[in-house]
């Protein structure tokens, strides 16, 4: 079932000095199965509105409805909580912070057992998750801590997709990573994706946004100014220094090729391969 937003405001320390509308009449809806970008410069509400998901914040005003799960403003409680925050997993930008446990194995397999699992389903599942992220059998028994970065964040993200949720929401999942790091952390998600979970994502890289999402959904001061396919998104110059964006590198780079006379179409390019298919079609209409 889809993720809806209807009429939601959310205000940070109400009747303080400091009050703060964080989130201002937000109406979304997220499909099943999609995977779905959240951008917007710094201060937008973009974590803000994740954090609804799971019931981390509840609304001041409307309501969110996830599968089969309402939270709201009047119902604090948020009925089956622990069973929402199953259902819906999130992924913070740092997830390697929040490793505890003695070993690898022990680490991820905590969530299921969290949930009621027995120790042999709980042991499972963290092996299946642990293959998932590509960390290799020899690590199972070492301390987390003795992971290069690169291996924590997959340890971490391990132990989300070990409750196998329906919803994952991955805020700036790639922060701190290297270029390769991160090109291996997407391919992960693409692939959780393309296995039928909805991947719900905070990034400020916006060659992600294109090359792996099916919407991108932007925020400005707490309100959504636009949902669109990425590759219609940016070609709206106008809009994306509004928002104080820049747009894919290789967009740039095939607006300077179209600029010098070559006919590519910039809706067709998502990453490198695309845009030299691009160009090697421009070359055989020649």
């Known amino acids: 079932m889809p993720v809806k937003f209807e009429s939601v405001s959310f205000l940070y320390l109400p009747k303080t000095p400091f009050e703060h509308l964080a989130l201002d ?3 979304l809806e997220i499909n099943d199965g999609t995977f779905t970008a959240i951008i917007g410069h710094t201060g937008s509400g973009k974590s803000t509105l994740v954090q609804h998901i799971n ?3 509840r609304p001041s005003k409307g309501k969110v409805l996830v599968g089969d799960y309402v939270i709201n403003a009047a119902d604090k409680k948020v009925n089956k909580l622990q069973e929402l925050r199953k259902y819906a997993g999130l992924v913070f930008q740092f997830p390697e912070y929040q490793l505890f446990e003695e070993t690898v194995l022990k680490d991820v397999a905590f969530g299921p057992k969290n949930f009621k699992d027995n120790e042999q389903v709980a042991l499972e599942k963290a092996k299946k998750a642990l293959s998932l992220v590509g960390i290799e059998e020899s690590l199972f028994d070492k301390s987390p801590f003795e992971l290069s970065g690169g291996q924590k964040r997959r340890v971490a993200i391990a132990g989300i997709i070990a409750l196998e949720p329906q919803i994952l929401v991955l805020d700036e999942p790639t922060a701190g990573l290297d270029p390769q790091g991160a090109k291996e952390m997407m391919s992960l998600f693409k ?3 393309e296995r039928g979970t909805t991947i719900i994502m905070i990034t400020h890289d916006m060659d992600n946004v294109l090359k792996y999402c099916d919407r991108a959904v932007v925020m400005k001061d707490g309100k959504i100014v636009k949902i669109e396919q990425p590759s219609e ?3 709206d110059e106008e809009l994306l220094k509004e928002i104080s964006l820049e747009e894919p590198h290789i967009i ?4 300077k090729l ?3 006379g070559m006919n590519l179409k910039l809706s067709e390019i998502k990453d490198f391969d695309s845009l030299i298919a691009q160009i090697e079609k421009a070359r055989a209409v020649k």
């Open 25 to 27: 009449g937000i109406d």
């Open 55 to 57: 019931a981390l914040l």
């Open 191 to 193: 692939t959780i994706n």
């Open 233 to 235: 998104l940016f070609k």
């Open 252 to 255: 740039s780079f095939a607006k």
């Open 258 to 260: 179209i600029a010098n």
